[in-house]
């Protein structure tokens, strides 16, 4: 199953002591990896779109068009979302185990990291690991498929026998779809023989 990415952004309310009015401020901040997505901010009156790490804008209330956005110092962004930015979620870990050629073996160095990928898990109390199969480009886009999934599966089986929950795994697989190293099709390429397991 596929996730779907969200922007990350902050929201405040500053509420009036009079009850009678109120300010939201919104700023879009990167996603833990760097990456920034977009939001768009609307109401009754109009709306405005942010694609840029740290601008922000304000609604005053709903019958005023949101203004126009505009960038926030990161440091006044830690001043007045503090709270927010504790508990966001830590950004998830990633690794990658790497396997024999046309086959759902592990290369002795990967099993080797099989440890710190349960250690990591524990670590967290996780109960949201991704384990996504990948081959390289070479042989039948079917069979790549299913080499794929037997390899993710391997993976999960081994971390099952090492104590992690079943279902705390989600098995998915690529195929040649999505390699690591990009090659013309049929060719062998070790680093795109591959699981990736992400831990949330």
Do not use: W
Not at 86 to 103: C, R
Not at 170 to 198: A, F, M
């Amino acid at each position: 199953m596929k996730k779907k990415r969200v922007a990350l952004f902050l929201f405040l309310l500053f509420a009036g002591f009079s009850g009678c009015s109120s300010k939201h401020i919104i700023v879009l901040v990167p996603d833990p990896d760097g990456s920034t997505g977009r939001i768009v901010v609307s109401n009754q009156a109009g709306s405005v779109e942010i694609d840029t790490p740290y601008q922000a804008t304000n609604i005053q209330d709903n019958n005023t068009i949101p203004a126009h956005p505009t960038p926030m110092d990161k440091d006044k962004i830690n001043a007045i979302f503090a709270e927010a930015l504790a508990i966001q979620p830590t950004a998830p870990i990633h690794f990658l185990l790497y396997f024999e050629n046309d086959m759902a073996t592990l290369h002795s160095g990967s099993l080797s990291v099989l440890p710190k990928i349960v250690e990591t898990i524990i670590a967290r109390n996780s109960v949201d690991i991704s384990i996504i199969g990948h081959t390289d480009t070479t042989g039948d886009k079917n069979y790549n498929l299913k080499l794929s999934t037997r390899r993710a599966e391997s993976v999960s089986r081994l971390l099952i026998e090492r104590g992690i929950k079943p279902e705390y795994l989600e098995i998915s697989s690529h195929g040649k779809e999505n390699p690591l190293i990009r090659t013309e099709d049929n060719v062998s390429e070790p680093r795109n023989r591959r699981v990736e397991v992400v831990v949330r």
